[in-house]
Nanobody, 122 residues
């Protein structure tokens, strides 16, 4: 079971990035997927999550309206489109898989990817 997060990088404030979480070793349609981030000295926090069917989505308040989570079960990939990026979005972003429908709580997740760095400059 593997999750591979990619798509991070350096971008100016106001710019956009799209993160991808590719899963292998299990069928994506059996899992809820979440994106979390962790900045230096801070705890890992939930950013967005999506249910197995894609019908239910949750967003952390500070990213609501700027970030969009989506999934393509046929491609075994979940995406996080990040627009209007702010310097405070700088963090390592992780994707996780959970058997719970959708959760913004890290302890609910069974599997994690390795993380991808997002750096937003002013």
């Amino acid at each position: 079971v593997q999750l591979q997060a990619s798509g991070g990088g350096l971008v100016q404030a106001g710019g956009s990035l799209r993160l991808s979480c590719a899963v292998s070793g299990f069928g994506l349609d059996g899992y809820g997927i979440g994106w979390f981030r962790q900045a230096p000295g801070k705890m890992r926090e939930g950013v967005a999550c999506i249910s197995r069917s894609g019908d239910t989505k949750y967003y952390e308040e500070s990213v609501e309206g700027r970030f969009t989570i989506s999934r393509d079960n046929a491609k075994n990939t979940v995406y996080l489109q990040m627009n209007s990026l702010k310097t405070e979005d700088t963090a390592v972003y992780y994707c996780g898989a959970t058997t719970v429908v959708a959760s913004m709580v890290a302890s609910a997740y069974d599997y994690w990817g390795q993380g991808t760095q997002v750096t937003v400059s002013s």
